[in-house]
């Protein structure tokens, strides 16, 4: 029932520089409400990576980087690391469904 | 420092109640502003929001699952407990807890506990 649409996975060599893509519509992104990224490691809890579309959480390194355009959002990886391969989601706010919704989630290998 | 942590059943039989109890310390939900909520994520799928409560009591819940689910909380014990009824085999997921933050327009989840691996039975 997601309501925001990633792609299913992105790959790159490492030291590239990779995007994922959130879109969603005027109800949430087209809204203007903001845009938030989760980094989730296997077997673990999502972790805050961008909020805001483009502020990186604490201990979050610069190489991270998130933002918004109309009824979409990006996160983009530059110099891409072994350990950035994992599962990416993004996130916002749905007015006509009044609840918090996230993206389909995006595989970075 | 801000944790939050999970605690339930691992099992549950089909048609019971799940009851999830979330106990967290770093922040008081007496205090203005502050709100938690639940989150689930079934094996392999994507996460989905379940209900929010707020410091002065509020309640908000997922529209398709509205009818089943209560949360409340326990300032007292810096708990917030989410009971979900009649549980079927859809319902086996990985439940976490997190804390809400607002800021303007922007709703974000900047804590999240472990997770509590939920399995429905028959």
């Known amino acids: 029932q997601s309501v925001l649409t990633q792609p299913p996975s992105v790959s790159g060599a490492p030291g590239q520089r990779v995007t994922i893509s959130c879109t969603g519509s005027s109800s949430n992104i087209g809204a203007g409400y903001d845009v938030h990224w989760y980094q989730q490691l296997p077997g673990t809890a999502p972790r805050l990576l961008i909020f805001?579309?483009?502020n990186r959480s604490s201990g979050v390194p610069d190489r991270f980087s998130g933002s918004k355009s109309d009824t979409s959002a990006s996160l983009a990886i530059s110099g891409l690391q072994v350990e950035d391969e994992t599962d990416y989601y993004c996130?916002?706010?749905?007015?006509?469904?009044?609840?918090?919704?996230f993206g389909t989630g995006t595989k970075v290998t | 420092q801000v944790t939050l942590k999970e605690s339930g059943p691992a099992l549950v039989k089909l048609t019971q109640t799940l009851t999830l109890t979330c106990t967290f310390s770093g922040f008081s939900l007496k205090t203005p502003g502050r709100r938690v909520t639940w989150i689930r994520q079934p094996p392999g799928r994507a996460l989905e929001w379940l209900a929010r409560i707020d410091w002065d009591g509020d309640k908000f819940y997922s529209t398709s699952l509205k009818t089943r689910l209560t949360i409340s909380k326990d300032t007292s014990k810096s708990q917030v407990v989410l009971t979900l009824t009649n549980v079927d085999p859809a319902d086996t997921a990985t439940y976490y807890c997190?804390?809400?933050?607002?800021?303007?327009?922007?709703?974000?989840?900047?804590?999240w506990g472990q997770g509590a691996r939920v399995t429905v039975s028959s």
């Open positions: 805001g579309n483009n």
């Open positions: 996130q916002s706010y749905d007015t006509n469904l009044g609840l918090y919704v």
């Open positions: 997190a804390r809400l933050r607002v800021v303007g327009k922007a709703y974000f989840f900047d804590y």
